[in-house]
T-cell receptor, first 116, second 111 residues
Framework: GAVVSQHPSRVICKSGTSVKIECRSL??????MFWYRQFPKQSLMLMAT?????????EQGVEKDKFLINHASLTLSTLTVTSAHPEDSSFYIC????????????FGPGTRLTVT | GENVEQHPSTLSVQEGDSAVIKCTYS??????FPWYKQELGKRPQLIID?????GEKKDQRIAVTLNKTAKHFSLHITETQPEDSAVYFC??????????FGKGTLLTVNP
């Protein structure tokens, strides 16, 4: 149980374009989804928290107009990196928690974004 | 949560030995302390967690201890195996359900 998928697993895009990453909970309803960024050999940095049907809450220093988050249903959240630049290249990972387990976060497999 | 310190950053043990990773936190309101294992290029996997109302929890070769007074918690892995090699992250969470992660420990189990 508590399986989270993420798509795509890898994406390469050109500077100035936008990229959408999907995060899905496959066998539970995710009341909350979280988006993290992870640099090589570093820890997980929380970018934003999203609850179904409401606006995402962004962490300090994260540009909400650049990293658009939509949590339209209890099983799907999307992160759109707008006007991507090479410095946005990173490993983006989502996680989800459910109504019966609000503390435990289960992670997706991550998306490796490379901006050329 | 505010800040989580994790030590050591790297740990190398012989197969069969025990491994201990320690974390300290600063937010006295924290009440949830999970440990994640992340293999290279893979997702973090929850391996064990503990709530603030207990001092110790064990699951086969893995155990976690919590000292709320001192604000530290530890992961103990006994009878280590090569497949235990990975990066381990501690984290702490509070009433807002957000997690703050430590910087990670690269554990290498030598056969």
């Amino acid at each position: 149980g508590a399986v989270v998928s993420q798509h795509p697993s890898r994406v390469i895009c050109k500077s100035g374009t936008s990229v959408k990453i999907e995060c899905r909970s496959l066998d539970f309803q995710a009341t909350t989804m979280f988006w993290y960024r992870q640099f090589p050999k570093q820890s997980l940095m929380l970018m934003a928290t999203s609850n179904e049907g409401s606006k995402a809450t962004y962490e300090q220093g994260v540009e909400k107009d650049k990293f658009l988050i939509n949590h339209a249903s209890l099983t799907l959240s999307t992160l759109t990196v707008t006007s991507a630049h090479p410095e946005d290249s990173s490993f983006y990972i989502c996680s989800a928690s459910g109504q019966g387990f609000p503390y435990e976060q289960y992670f997706g497999p991550g998306t490796r974004l490379t901006v050329t | 949560g505010e800040n989580v310190e994790q030590h050591p950053s790297t740990l190398s043990v012989q197969e069969g030995d025990s491994a201990v990773i320690k974390c300290t936190y600063s937010d006295s309101a924290s009440n949830y302390f999970p440990w994640y294992k992340q293999e290279l290029g893979k997702r973090p996997q929850l391996i064990i967690d503990i709530r603030s109302n207990v001092g110790e929890k064990k699951d086969q070769r893995i155990a976690v201890t919590l000292n709320k007074t001192a604000k530290h918690f530890s992961l103990h892995i006994t009878e280590t195996q090569p497949e235990d090699s990975a990066v381990y992250f501690c984290a702490e969470g509070g009433s807002n359900y957000k997690l703050t992660f430590g910087k990670g420990t690269l554990l290498t189990v030598n056969p």
